[in-house]
């Protein structure tokens, strides 16, 4: 059984999304700590009704990154944490953040940190990924769950899901039935890493049941 720590900035519903899949026994692992850094954030209130250990550890105003980092770090060490889940994480995590949870024997040479973003990444990375999916008129969209690098959201692929852009969407309706895929294939992306059947080659990530990259798992 796998040790999670969460990151999360803002109303953590992936974080519920996780803590649900643990409780429900489809994620081989539990939640360990949430490390919040906006005072305020619901996703500390989830934590506490979960009855997770979370930490806040505000970063407004905070010009040493890696120092930052080391100490976001030194919490998760200390919880034992196995896995790194950025659960709507507004920060970009540092090298020295990285290399703390880079590939070791027990997770089979995958990486440590992994995240969801509101887009098929490539396309839309950053900031309103659904403002942007709109604004260029796509007829798909979706979401992605991705290793972590040292860029803006361009880590290996791990699964992807595809959701239509409907006639009539705006960004909080694009978005709603985004976030229901996001909750569906987080878990089952933290699930394969459970499981150690996920593996990394440059940017190729397969899962050893022979499927490599999926961009969807049904």
Known sequence: MIRIGVLASGSGSNLQALVDAARDGRIDGRIATVVCNVPGARALERA????????????????????????????????????????????????????AFAATPESRGAPRVMNVHPALLPAFPGLHAQRQALE???????????????????????????????????EASLSARILVEEHRIYPLAVQWFAEGRLSVEGRHVSVRD?????????
Do not use: N
Not at 210 to 218: H, M
């Open 136 to 170: 260029y008129g796509v007829r798909f969209t979706g979401c992605t769950v991705h290793f972590v690098d040292a860029g803006t959201d361009t880590g290996p692929v791990i699964v992807q899901a595809a959701v239509p852009v409907l006639p009539g969407d705006d």
């Open 48 to 99: 506490r009704l979960a009855g997770i250990p979370a930490e806040l550890l505000p970063s407004k105003g905070v010009a040493d990154r890696d120092a930052y980092d080391r100490e976001v770090v030194a919490r998760l060490h200390a919880h034992g944490v196995d896995l790194v889940c950025l659960a709507g994480w507004m920060r970009l995590v540092t090298p020295a953040f990285l290399g």
């Open 210 to 218: 022979g499927i490599s990259s999926p961009t969807r798992d049904r």
